[in-house]
């Protein structure tokens, strides 16, 4: 696909997803949406590639920005990126063996949850590691974008809000900005940025938990691009399985998450027919490595 409303580039075992409509401030509109699934999903394919970042292009004034949210004049809200059961996105279609099915991660993989866009569904629980690098403004489905990645990194002269209850037009979000909320920064927290629709800049989201790390503008990217080389060093299938386990935190209670902790492992290593304990699978590999 010919890419007009964002820039893909691949770099050292990562990408770089631009979204690029500076004219409307990034606003997400059908054909953006689009070629971001498009993206997605050759990265999704790339074996190279275990990372990528989403970032903005500047304002055509050269301030900042990330994204101002679906673009209602477009009329991106009725989008099929964003409704079920008809579109379930290219990862589900063309990836669903990721995992080998017989394993807990191919089994969880396969039953994954579907929020009420396909493109944040598959953004959540695919292996690769989605970085947010948000300067300028972030707003609504922009922040919703943003949310739905693994690690978000923020300048300290990020604008990040969300409008949905200010503006009662726009309803909760579909993407969930409500739970992705809570689940970042507390119940109490959450309330607060979402009923107020109050901007925050970069240090304030990094001091409340919203953002993994906070940058000078001028070293957003070199930072984000950092964390996703480093990324990229790894071993994919213990970046895979890390993602996995900790993502499954979010839904299952303690006890479950630690027997699939394990069996996870057991994929990781080794074949996954065998019946082995965590103390097991830690000695075979110790002499595995000698």
Known sequence: MKYETIKFEREDGFAVITLNRPHRLNALSIPLLDELCDAQNEIFKDKDLKAYIITGAPRQDGRPCFSAGVDLKDGAQGNKQWEYPGFRGPLYVEQDHIFPENTCAGRLWAKRPQLTSPLLTNMIWSPKISIAAIDGVATAGGLELALACDII???????ITDSHVKNLHSG???GSVTTS???????SKALEILMLGEFMDGKEAHRIGLA????????????????????AGMDFAAVAV???????????????????????LKWQFFDPTKDLSLLSAIQEWDQRKK
């Open 153 to 159: 990194l923020v300048s300290e002269t990020a604008k």
């Open 172 to 174: 909760i979000g579909a």
């Open 181 to 187: 909320m809570v689940r970042r920064v507390g119940y």
């Open 212 to 231: 993994n790390r906070c940058y000078a503008p001028d070293q957003l990217l070199a930072g984000a691009k950092e964390m996703a080389k480093k990324i």
């Open 242 to 264: 890390t993602k996995l386990s900790c993502r499954e935190v979010f839904d299952w209670n303690l006890n479950q998450v630690w027997d699939h902790s394990q069996e996870h």
